[in-house]
Every structure is written in structure tokens, then in C-alpha cells.
């Protein structure tokens, strides 16, 4: 298969990266054990945090970024695919070499949301365990490199989430 095929047709390669062996990609792994500890962050949120989580519409959930690079960012995830990823052509960018170009995905399926990922290198993380594939539940703690996140649902539909 050809790199320009590799990583799908929206996904491009530098002219740097024809210098690499087998066009490898640049993703770093975690260099310490400690990287890896989970410590959940608990319900520490901010009245802007709350009032974000507060005004979601129907059918829509927020990322709130607890640590990492980009820090109380917030994201909306109001689609039915977000992707997630260090491609800036990522729904949800993350310039690092800790995430993979193409790292995770967020799928909706009606109210309900799933992190689904992407063969990244350094794996996706909810609630502490390495995941392939999981559904999210209000207050998830994702981590995608050394980025860690909440996940909150719209508080219109989460009645719906608990009765699945």
C-alpha cells in the first residue's frame, strides 16, 4: 500500500517524511511508567465549566480538557463522528507528539456517545484502562497522549444515558 493510501486520502505527507524509513511516523511513546497512573480528577469544575455543561443542547456532550498542553480548552461534540487527532485537519486537534495523527474517533448514536480508537500508538485511555472501543458515561476521563479530559453529557439526556 502507498503512504499517500496508508492513512486515507485526506491525509497527506510532508515532503520530510520521504526521508524517513518506511515513511514512519513521529509519534513519541511515553517515557515513564508514571505517565500512566490514573487519578480521576472528580467533579472539581469551575462555574463556567458548570454552566457550559448546564446550557448543552439535546444530543450533545462536552470535552473539558484537565491537563495537557491546551488545559481548560472545551470542545463541543455535537456531530455524529468527531476525530481526534495530531492531522490538523482533526475535528479535535492535539499538537503533540504524544497523539497520533489520526488518534481516536467519537461516535453519537443517538444520545449515546463512544470512543472508538484509531490504532493510535500510545493507545486511548477511559477511566484509567487502554480501550479499543468504549461507551462514554457523564464524567469519563479519557486520555489520548498526555492529554486528559471530562466528559460531560448534555443534562437533557441523561435520564436516556442511565437507562441503557
Known sequence: M??????????????????RPNGSDTTQTFGHDSD??????????????????AA?????????????PTAGARYLLDTDVTTIGRHPEADIFFD???????????TRTGAAFELVDQRSLNG??????RVDRAVL?????????????NFFVSPL???QATTR
Open 36 to 53: 500512566l497512573s490514573f487519578v480521576p480528577f472528580g467533579s472539581d469544575l469551575t462555574d463556567a465549566e458548570r454552566e457550559a455543561i
Open 96 to 106: 503533540d507528539v504524544t497523539v497520533s495523527r489520526r488518534h481516536a474517533e467519537i
Open 124 to 129: 486511548t485511555y477511559v477511566n484509567g484502562d
Open 2 to 19: 502507498s503512504d499517500s493510501n496508508r492513512f486515507g486520502d485526506e491525509i497527506r505527507r510532508d515532503a520530510d517524511d520521504a526521508s
Open 157 to 159: 439526556d441523561r435520564d
Open 56 to 68: 448543552l443542547p439535546s444530543r450533545s456532550a462536552i470535552l473539558l480538557v484537565r491537563s495537557g
Open 137 to 149: 458515561t457523564d464524567g469519563s476521563e479519557l486520555r489520548i497522549g498526555k492529554f486528559r479530559l
